[in-house]
């Protein structure tokens, strides 16, 4: 798909990955639109870009409504291309040395990264499915989701973040195959260990031994190398229904 002219929606835009892809498709030519939890972290990065800012969580069902039908009005027509990376990070044993109950945070964790991206699948299927054809092939749109390579190589202490990340993995072809008919391509990219706001605060010792493990290149991956990977996505019209792991050929060891 030609991202030119392109419509695109960024969750998640106002830092990191997210606002690494809404600059890059503006780059390219799409209108994009920055929705992010942040009200001032997604006009920062819309100001930036010329794009259009929203504030709306992923895990509401009507905000995300609404956000799409901002993006209509204000644009003037529905995204053809939809970038999920809103989602959190957390850290908690099933059985820590308390004993509490960790329940209450596994549930935050799979509402958020895994809910709130069906929700904006949902949301987009029925928005791009009233499009018109782009092709000789009738793509609509194409979705992009986010898991991470802990899907499959969870570490201790990532239970529920694994386990919402792979329900994001498990997505991916089973609505790849249901959206097919209306030329809407699902595809999901599984960062590695990349720079972000996370890594940012780790001491120098902890990032040395981290990038340790990278077999090649050793280092964290660039917001913009996860960008370059989602603009070749749209652009690729074979690449439907697979999960993509962008990781320097790391491995993550239990702990």
């Known amino acids: 798909m030609d991202i030119n002219g392109a ?26 639109a920055v929705m992010d939890r942040s009200a001032d972290a997604a006009s920062a990065v819309a100001a930036n870009i010329g794009g259009l800012a929203l504030a709306a969580d992923v895990t509401d069902s009507d905000a995300v409504g609404a956000a799409f039908t901002e993006v209509a009005e204000k644009l003037g027509a529905a995204p053809r291309i939809l970038v ?71 570490q201790i202490g990532q239970a529920a973040y694994a386990a919402s990340k792979g329900g994001v993995a498990a997505l991916t072809l089973p609505a790849a195959r249901e959206l097919a008919r209306f030329g809407i391509r699902v595809m999901t990219i599984a960062p590695g260990l990349f720079e972000t706001a996370m890594s940012a605060g780790l001491p120098p010792e902890a990032r040395t031994a981290l990038e340790a493990g ?37 491995r993550l060891a239990p702990k």
Do not use: K
């Open 214 to 250: 990278l077999p090649f290149p050793s280092r964290m991956g660039r917001p913009d190398e996860y960008a370059m990977l989602v603009q070749q996505i749209v652009e690729n019209p074979l690449l439907n229904g697979e999960v993509i792991r962008i990781d320097s050929a790391v």
């Open 7 to 32: 419509i695109a929606l960024v969750t998640g835009g106002g830092s990191g990955l997210g606002a690494a892809t809404a600059r890059r498709l503006a780059g390219q030519g799409a209108r994009v």
């Open 84 to 154: 999920s990376c809103a989602g959190i990070g957390t850290a908690s044993r099933i059985l820590p040395r308390d004993g509490a109950l960790t329940i209450d945070l596994f549930e935050r964790t799979v509402r958020v990264n895994l809910i709130g991206t069906f929700i904006l699948l949902n949301h987009a299927a029925r928005a791009m499915a009233t499009l018109e054809p782009v092709d000789a092939d009738g793509a609509r749109g194409v979705i992009i989701n986010t898991a991470s390579v802990a899907y499959q190589d969870g």
